[in-house]
């Protein structure tokens, strides 16, 4: 259902908000992506539900007390009227199709002066609005996904032995640690360089102290609908319905920590005290113009059931462009690479497949990242550590000086989009953070 291609993915169509139009736009009528925000000024400065249009944000608080829309798209809408997106979550695809539906007929530059006029008073400026986290993130599960970022960590942390560097695991199940969903913070907010235990090199005790190896994590993040019951599990080809959108997702990292402490039971304070996450949920229908074939990794067993399907397979994959960029306090932004999330070793539906496969629940607006996306190139490494051989191959900025790893003060940033002949071109916006010093 929500691959399916319709009149609101027609690359023709424009809008009657002008600044929807423009070239190069993340947001023009054929994303629609939502947030939760508050407006600059207005009689309620409660935050709610909205919708990007160019570089205005659209209040469904607003538009749900109007008599514009109806039926599904109407408690769509209602549902999207308060602090969070949770409920319209929980109202599944059929929901979210009728109010992307609704939404691109009234911005659609062909909508009567009637409706122009009673929609244009729901409309304020994207840059002077605050935004806060999409959804009430009851729980937070963190994948480990790419076969280029499984190699390049690997190499750095044991060398380059010519043997490979993928557990043997990888290519037979998409792996995940259960993260944090408490230190979920939006795009925007600062993020404390954490203390905690390293074991520094040649030693046989550990010593505390600030993180001296913070990194970033370039993946996605994915917002969950309606989600299971307890022990029933979500079948491989109904986990795409499950799929509220996608967001931009840094699991801000702490190399030093985690290499100490990973062992036996995985990742812990090394990566609990932040994750950003962008506060535009693009929505898997804007996104249906950019999936792909998606095939297992050559190396692979033969897959299991539950991780098979041929929906999968003919378009399980998505072409997200992804980028990421760093700022030295003062300084100018510079780029750190570039990938897609189609070079992923699992889709998304996968990941969700196997979450459940034991019984685990979903529950509406649940967070799951993507783990680090990491293409087949240098060039398209999706962490610090990548870059820098783990900090011994540092990167010179442009105001020369070097990072193995983040330093106070620097923003990272990152962003995404999808482009392509024949579609329009949809973005995601930022997911941006930046470095204070340990207190
Ligand atoms: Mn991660």
Excluded at 337 to 356: E, G, N
């Amino acid at each position: 259902m929500t691959t399916t291609l319709d009149f609101t993915h027609d690359s023709g169509a424009r809008s009657w908000v002008e600044s929807a139009n423009a070239a190069g736009t993340d947001f023009p009528l054929q994303n629609l992506p939502f947030a939760v925000f508050r407006p600059p000024h207005g009689t309620s400065k409660q935050f709610r539900g909205g919708v990007a249009i160019g570089d205005q944000v659209l209040d469904l608080a607003g538009l749900a007390a109007t008599a514009l829309l109806q039926g599904d798209a109407q408690k769509a809408a209602a549902a999207a009227a308060g602090t969070t997106l949770n409920g319209l979550c929980a109202q599944g695809p059929a929901a979210w199709r009728a109010l992307r539906q609704a939404l691109f007929a009234l911005l659609r530059s062909d909508a009567s002066a009637a409706q122009q006029a009673a929609m244009r008073v729901l409309l304020s400026p994207q840059a002077l609005a605050e935004y806060t986290l999409p959804t009430r993130i009851g729980n937070y599960t963190d994948f480990y996904t790419s076969i280029h970022h499984a190699r390049n960590t690997g190499r750095v942390m044991r060398g380059d032995t010519g043997v490979d560097l993928v557990s043997p695991n990888f290519r037979s199940m998409p792996i995940a640690y259960h993260g944090r969903a408490s230190s979920v913070i939006i795009s925007g907010q600062s993020v404390r360089r954490p203390k905690g235990q390293r074991l520094p090199p040649g030693d046989s005790a550990p010593v505390f102290g600030p993180t001296r190896r913070l990194d970033y994590e370039l993946e996605l993040g994915v917002l969950i609908g309606r989600g299971n019951a307890l022990g029933e599990p979500i079948a491989l080809a109904d986990a795409e319905a499950q799929v509220f959108g996608i967001v931009l997702l840094n699991d801000w990292s702490a190399r030093d920590i985690q290499a100490w402490e990973m062992a036996p039971l995985g990742p812990f304070l090394a990566k609990n005290f932040a994750t950003s996450i962008s506060p535009w949920v693009v929505t898997l229908a804007a996104l249906a113009p950019y999936r792909q074939a998606w095939e297992p990794d050559a190396q692979a067993p033969p897959l299991l059931d539950y991780l098979d399907d041929a929906g999968v397979r003919a378009r399980g994959a998505l072409d997200i462009q992804l980028e990421a960029w760093l700022q030295p306090a003062g300084g100018e932004a510079q780029r750190l690479s570039q990938t897609s999330f189609r070079h992923q070793s699992w889709t998304v539906p996968q990941m969700i497949a196997h979450h459940t496969v034991g019984g685990c629940n979903l529950q509406p607006g649940d967070l799951l990242g993507t783990g680090t996306i990491s293409g087949p190139e240098a060039s398209e490494a999706g962490t610090m550590i990548e870059i820098t051989h783990g900090g011994r191959q540092p990167l010179t900025l442009a105001d020369g000086t070097q990072r193995g790893f983040l330093e106070d003060g620097d923003a990272l940033m990152l962003r995404g989009w999808c482009e392509r002949p024949g579609a329009a071109r949809i973005g995601f916006g930022e997911c941006r953070g930046v470095v204070l010093p340990a207190v």
